[in-house]
């Protein structure tokens, strides 16, 4: 279950997160806390995370809450928001109630009336199952979907979306939600895939079916404008990064390359290849260059005449006795002794 709470006074805000996680939310139900002190950074969470409830401040200084949710209520129906205010006001109350606010908080906020008010959301929430799609399985599909996006399998997008569909078809809900579920769906996947740092795409997708078999063809569309997107920033270029990455590594062993230098090279941001690389490979960039190196170590010990200082150079190391360390780490023996091994002589 994820819980955003936005509030502008910071003790206030640690206060409410302290209080949510003494609460029982359910059995096996494990609650993500998200944190925000002004309506922009709330804006940044809503883009890119789902939440099953939202705690907000009605007064913040850049805009109030009631702003804020009335942007927000129609993208994410599921989502159950509360409103904090320092005073009773029947007019923000009233305003509140046009929105499907669930309580109305004041300020100071005692942990018996948070504990009623949770109680209230988590049994909606068990209510709701079967009418709204869960937060996890939203989730799911859009990492399912960003990444067959992102490595332009067009067959999987069918694939991925025709088993959601399967899914959803269950459910009981009209289309007037499947439809902004839907167009959610598709502008958070822009959305994460402009946040990589290499790709950069018009995020105003607008879905408008009339029915769930047409909402479902016209996303199933927009997936594959943003893969065709993807195919013209990246200049036809349809090799794996992950193959590219290696390659290039390959070319440029004798190099000083670092991964801030291939992901630049490949246009990914450098914390996404890096999670990417470890994930496609199992190994780290590090321990992956580490390995290439060595290897080009032992054909050059085995098939050349160079020095085992020049070696060290050619494969990277500036300093002769930290690849011989590594050498020894990686084959069990020094460069010398690997020679040795085989009969070379020096």
């Known amino acids: 279950m994820k819980i955003l709470v936005i509030e502008d006074e910071h003790m206030v805000r640690k206060r409410i997160c302290y209080l949510l996680r003494q609460l029982n939310f359910g059995v096996n139900t494990d609650v993500e806390m998200y944190e925000a002190e002004d309506a922009f950074e709330a804006e940044e969470l809503l883009i ?25 209520y129609e993208v994410y129906p599921h989502t159950q928001w509360v409103i904090i205010s320092g005073y009773d006001s029947f007019q923000y109350a ?12 004041l300020k100071p906020i005692s942990k018996d009336k948070l504990s009623e008010t949770v109680d209230l959301l988590v049994e909606n929430i068990k209510k709701k199952n079967n009418d709204f799609i869960k937060i996890s399985e939203i989730e799911n599909i859009l990492i399912k979907l960003e990444e067959v996006i992102w490595f332009m399998n ?28 839907m167009n959610h769906l598709i502008n958070t996947l822009s959305n994460r895939i402009n946040q990589k740092g290499s790709i950069q795409l018009d995020c105003s997708y607008i879905l408008t079916g ?21 195919r013209i920033q ?53 321990e ?4 290439l190196r060595m290897e080009t170590a032992k054909r050059l010990l085995e098939s050349s005449d160079l020095r085992i200082i020049d070696i060290s150079n050619e494969v990277g190391y500036d300093d002769a006795t930290h ?22 002589k020096q």
């Open 94 to 105: 009233q305003r509140a109630m046009v929105y499907g606010v669930k309580d109305y908080l």
């Open 48 to 72: 890119t995370h789902s939440f099953d409830i939202v705690f907000s401040d009605i007064n913040m200084p850049d805009r109030d809450g009631l702003s804020l949710l009335s942007k927000w």
């Open 210 to 230: 009339n029915n769930i078999e047409s909402i479902t063809r016209e996303f199933v569309q927009s997936c594959h404008k943003i893969i065709d997107e993807i």
């Open 154 to 181: 067009e067959e999987l997008v069918q694939k991925t979306v025709n088993e959601w569909e399967n899914e959803v078809e269950k459910k009981d809900f009209g289309t007037h939600y499947y439809r902004n579920l």
């Open 323 to 344: 690849f011989t360390k590594m050498f020894k780490k990686h084959t069990g023996y020094s460069p010398k002794e690997y020679r040795n091994l085989l009969g070379i």
């Open 234 to 286: 990246r200049k036809g270029k349809l090799i794996d990064p992950i193959e590219a990455a290696k390659q290039y590594m390959e070319k440029n062993v004798c190099a000083r390359v670092n991964l801030d230098d291939v992901a630049q090279r490949l246009g990914l941001n450098s914390s996404y290849f890096s999670q990417l690389f470890k994930k496609e490979t199992g190994q780290t960039f590090v």
């Open 288 to 291: 992956y260059r580490t390995q």
